[in-house]
């Protein structure tokens, strides 16, 4: 159980609200709930919640625009968008906006749940490990999410992190899409073209000449490796 953990759930169909706030409360989280994009963000900011779970479909302002604003109030704090916008561009925009992962309507309860606990289970790891590292040109601030490069900084969020300290652990090794989404994730129910995302988005972070990179490599037909 996690009596200690609060959940921020923005989303503004009351039933749909209502599911998710019950099969959280029952795993043992507290909720609180904002129908509308504004009061999440005035939510999160007055509540501090442990983790998020966006809807894009919001009645006053768009989910992405909402996503931002969050992501400029912590870096940490792991955001989940909830959305019935299945299309890769979709993904690939929420992830761009901050957020830590992308689920798609309909959803099981059981498989948002397993979500929420692979992403708390990854910040406290993160809590435990080494602060910082060299990756080429780029300083990596792994516990403040920050990676500056040619003295240009951006923010990692949580899975970008996670995906990292695995790449640096295994370093020189080239590491499958399957491993990184049990490691990074915690469950392999998600599209393995979220890992080709997030190393995009890294690339673009980290690399020089992202197009031509020299650090976040691809071993075709094996997965990813990482050379320092």
Known sequence: M????????????PAMALGITDAL?????????????RQGVELARSAGPDLILLD??????NGYEVCVQLRKWSRTVPILI?????????????????????????FS??????????????????TSAPTSVRIGRAEVNLAGH????DGKEEALTSYE?????LMLERAGEAIGRDDILDRVWGVQAINSRAVDNFIVKLRKKIEPTP????????????GYKLVL
């Open 161 to 165: 992190v996670e995906l990292l300290r």
């Open 25 to 37: 409360a029952f795993e043992g989280y507290r909720v609180v709930h904002a129908p509308t994009g």
């Open 211 to 222: 197009d031509r990179p020299q650090h976040i490599l691809t071993v075709y037909g094996r």
């Open 109 to 126: 309860l059981g498989e948002l749940a397993a979500r929420v606990r692979a992403a708390l289970r990854r910040v406290e790891r993160e």
């Open 82 to 106: 909830l959305s019935a916008r299945s299309q890769d561009s979709d993904k690939i925009r929420g992830l761009d906006a901050g957020a830590d992962d992308y689920v798609t309507k309909p």
């Open 56 to 61: 894009l479909m919001l009645p006053d302002t």
């Open 2 to 13: 996690n009596p200690e953990k609060l959940i921020l759930l923005v989303e503004d169909e």
């Open 146 to 149: 920050v990676v500056v490069l």
